[in-house]
């Protein structure tokens, strides 16, 4: 019954490589996030859609692609994997958009070799 | 720019004493304050939260109070237990986006 699901737990690959992590929400939110903690520790938002809908798009390379299929999912895409990608993604998800309590999934280690 | 700031990287309480969390932030259009705990190889764990009409929200053993002119706030924790023992995450809403920006944590370690 766990509320945010995030695959993989962990991804090692080379650099260049294209690889995907997906996330799932069975809480009905119809917002979800995705963000980055480095090595810093540092939480850092990336996306955001609203039922569908991209409404937050930080400083991010084009390399990151997010998709939303549906209010419950929303993935990562990276295009052309760099050594400075290598940090923990948490998927996210909240009631709403404004003023909300946001849910997070347990992360992926994403390790670049 | 780090508009959240946890100054105490970490701090060491021993069980069933008070633990004391601080958070700073600069912006005051932030208006909606969170606490979020964090276990190793976990995602934050939403605590308490509190809105910038109130000065102080109490759940069970968590209490966050809010000083807007200092732009400060707090977590109290009463009484500590060895199971608080984690990473805690102070985090802001404000202005006119939907952002949630976070401070960079502090370690908290209760001791039997």
């Known amino acids: 019954d766990t509320a945010v699901s995030q695959t993989p737990k962990y991804l090692v690959t080379q650099m260049g490589n294209d690889k995907s992590i997906k996330c799932e929400q069975n809480?009905?939110?119809?917002?979800m996030y995705w963000y980055k903690q480095d090595s810093k520790k540092f939480l850092k938002i990336m996306f955001s859609?609203?039922?569908?809908?991209?409404?937050i798009n930080e400083t991010v390379p084009n390399r990151f692609s997010p998709k939303s299929p549906d209010k419950a999912h929303l993935n990562l895409h990276i295009n052309s994997l760099e050594l400075g990608d290598s940090a923990v993604y948490f998927c996210?998800?909240?009631?709403?958009?404004?003023?909300?309590?946001?849910?997070f999934g347990d992360g992926t280690r994403l390790s670049i070799l | 720019d780090q508009q959240v700031k946890q100054n105490s990287p970490s701090l060491s309480v021993q069980e069933g004493r008070i633990s004391i969390l601080n958070c700073d932030y600069t912006?005051?259009?932030?208006?909606?304050f969170l606490w979020y705990k964090k276990y190793p190889a976990e995602g934050p764990t939403f605590l308490i939260s509190?809105?910038?009409?109130?000065d102080k929200n109490e759940d069970g053993r968590f209490t966050v109070f809010l000083n807007k002119s200092a732009k400060h706030l707090s977590l109290h924790i009463v009484p500590s237990q060895p199971g608080d023992s984690a990473v805690y995450f102070c985090?802001?809403?404000?202005?006119?986006?939907?952002?949630?920006?976070f401070g960079t944590g502090t370690l908290l370690a209760v001791q039997p």
């Open positions: 996210a998800s909240s009631r709403g958009r404004v003023r909300q309590p946001q849910h």
């Open positions: 859609y609203n039922n569908k809908e991209l409404i």
């Open positions: 509190i809105s910038s009409i109130k």
């Open positions: 809480l009905g939110h119809d917002t």
């Open positions: 912006n005051s259009m932030f208006d909606y």
């Open positions: 985090a802001s809403y404000g202005g006119a986006t939907n952002k949630l920006i």
